[in-house]
């Protein structure tokens, strides 16, 4: 049965990220290679990094226990020389990082564009008409986004940490159990307290996200309707609503950054704690001859480092927890099956007659709103019909499921014989070709916006499909001719204009199955007569629906099919449907014949 598209919603749990990571790793996965020599550079670097107070531990007590002397001198020298090949190495093994992590970061965060987008534009028609576009645009940009805010987080601040704590632990514990041992806690207490403290504002994080994500659709929202707006005098009313929404976006930013002022609070306490500690520690032990001079300099080194490695993973966390929240919005969609799917092994589509066959089609949204049941219509191959009716009788529902829009509840809709839901998706459609009542063009030239029904057709073939929906006129009249951009969903051009171009992109498509939603209904009297021969020619030996409104388009079609309440009411030819006194038809004929009389008229 056919459901509404679920609502986009985060479940705030450790499984999202987990989620969230699995996708990540099999990202990171194919570019094994990158990674590895990676994660070679960050183990070299620790261990340079840990080596140079070592060698400056060894220099302090030279130089403090010595004589001065040649020897002495030459030896300081030799111990300097090692400090300098490790801050060197520092140096280059940072530089290969960088280089390694900005060619990783920026592949990976390609394919998840790419990867975000193929998955999006294949949810169904039901999942847009219930999204905000500019929220779904704001998803995918933050979950590539996200990958390079985690993998910088673990990579260049988690992962070295861990390295270098270890490594200072371990060193320390050498030198003498006691202060190791005293480090050792200490980083399990910070780390244990950091954790918790990230996991229970994790929640307020999300809810952020979700505020940012709801400011961002109440925008875009708001920017696409800005004519309606205008119209109906609401700047007042929209600002009042949106203020609302940035309200709650204020509330929820200010409730994590509140938290992250206690969480800095806590660590500076315990930051000076450990300082003051360790300090002591090894005061008592210098006093028993336990330490050198050397070890404070090494205490001190490991302690500064340390206590930046663990600010820099506090400061870092926010970015980590915010990516996670951004990263599983996304992860929603992806992991939302889609509606309408190709089936397992689904062949493309073979046309030869073009027949089309409800077979006892029921469709609903919900349980107690059906819009079509035991629906049964055929449409013969080349047969010209028309779907007349009031508002919200099932006829663009109709057209919609042969699209495969939808899928049916129950039955069964064929295409020469072939039930729609075994065949590919894009050969359905590719054997289809729709004019709906509101074309919406791409932002992009009239050239690529007609060229979209065959991408492969010439300039010519273009321009020759222009002229046939008699929009070649006025493309010359625009300032860049062909090459002209239209607007956004193209807005620079007439409703009628509009129309036209969507006729050519028919015309070009040339396809087997033609619907057409209104296709004349944003035309003026005398555009509407230009582009009846057009409609014409496009629709020889085509199979043809059109549903209509205005009647008088409907007069020289095969058959005239009345759709009521999801059901066929009657059918016939236009003079057949008169003969019915009361029928739906004829009511529908005497509403508008007085407009008809005063369209031929000229009145």
């Known amino acids: 049965m056919a459901q509404e598209a679920p609502k986009l919603h985060q479940r705030k749990s450790a499984g999202r990220a987990g989620a969230v990571f699995r996708v990540y790793s099999r990202e990171i996965r194919k570019h094994a290679g990158q990674f590895t020599i990676f994660t070679l550079g960050v183990i070299i670097l620790q261990a340079a990094t840990l080596a140079s107070p070592w060698y400056l531990r060894q220099f302090f007590n030279q130089l403090i226990t010595g004589t001065p002397s040649d020897a002495l001198f030459n030896a300081l020298f030799t111990t300097l020389l090692y400090v300098a090949f490790f801050l060197v190495l520092q140096w280059a093994m940072q530089r290969v990082q960088i280089h390694i992590l900005d060619n990783l970061d920026s592949t990976i965060m390609a394919d998840l564009y790419t990867k975000g987008f193929d998955y999006l534009t294949g949810h169904s028609y039901h999942f847009f008409a219930n999204q905000f576009a500019g929220t779904l645009t704001r998803r995918v940009g933050k979950f590539a986004q996200a990958f390079e805010a985690l993998h910088d987080a673990i990579m260049t601040q988690f992962f070295p940490a861990a390295l270098f704590i270890s490594g200072a632990v371990v060193i320390l514990f050498i030198r003498n159990s006691m202060l190791g ?7 399990i207490i910070f780390l244990v307290v950091q954790v ?15 505020e940012d994500s709801r400011m961002t659709g109440a925008l875009a929202d708001a920017i696409g309707n800005q004519n309606t707006i205008t119209l109906f005098s609401g700047r007042t009313f929209e600002l009042e609503r949106f203020k609302h929404v940035v309200a709650d976006w204020k509330e929820a930013t200010l409730r994590v950054w509140h938290s992250e002022e206690i969480i800095w609070g806590i660590f500076g306490i315990l930051t000076t704690g450990i300082n003051i500690a360790l300090l002591y520690g090894a005061l008592v032990y210098w006093r028993e001859g336990l330490v050198t001079v050397g070890d404070f300099a090494l205490i001190q080194a490991y302690l500064l480092t340390t206590f930046d490695r663990l600010n820099g993973i506090n400061r870092e966390l926010r970015r980590f927890y915010e990516g996670v929240a951004d990263a599983t919005e996304m992860i929603d969609i992806l992991e939302m099956p889609h509606e309408v799917a190709d089936a397992k092994g689904a062949l493309p589509l ?6 089309i066959d409800f077979n006892d089609v029921s469709f609903r949204f919900v349980e107690d709103r059906p819009l079509l049941t035991n629906f049964n219509l055929s449409i013969a191959g080349g047969e010209k019909v028309a779907l007349v009716g009031p508002s919200g009788a099932g006829k663009s529902t109709i057209t919609r499921l042969i699209l495969r829009f939808y899928d049916v509840t129950s039955g069964t ?29 791409f932002h992009r030239t009239l050239m690529e916006n007609i060229r979209y029904g065959r991408r492969d057709a010439t300039d010519e073939e273009v321009i020759e499909a222009a002229k046939q929906a008699h929009c070649y006129d006025f493309i010359m009249n625009t300032p860049e001719k062909f090459d002209t951009y239209v607007g956004e969903r193209g807005i620079k051009l007439s409703g009628g204009e509009r129309q036209r171009v969507a006729i050519a992109r028919a015309i070009l498509k040339n396809a087997p199955i033609l619907i057409l939603d209104e296709a004349t209904s944003s035309l003026d009297s005398e555009s509407e007569h230009l582009i009846q021969d057009a409609l014409a020619k496009l629709m020889e030996g085509k199979t043809v629906i059109a549903i209509a409104h205005r009647l008088s388009t409907v007069m020289k079609m095969d058959r005239i099919i009345v759709i009521e309440d999801g059901r066929v009411a009657m059918t016939g030819t236009h003079n057949e449907l008169l003969t019915h006194e009361g029928g739906l038809y004829k009511k529908l004929w005497e509403i508008q014949a007085g407009g008809f009389i005063a369209d031929d008229t000229g009145q």
């Open 413 to 441: 809709l064929t295409i020469d014989g072939q039930d729609i839901r075994s065949v590919t998706q894009d050969s359905l459609r590719d054997a289809i070709a729709f004019v709906p009542q509101e074309p919406i063009l």
């Open 196 to 210: 918790a403290v990230g996991r229970m504002r994790q929640p307020l994080r999300i809810a952020r996200a979700e």
């Open 350 to 355: 073979a046309v030869s007659n073009r027949s």
């Open 181 to 187: 041992l005293m480090l050792l806690v200490w980083v």
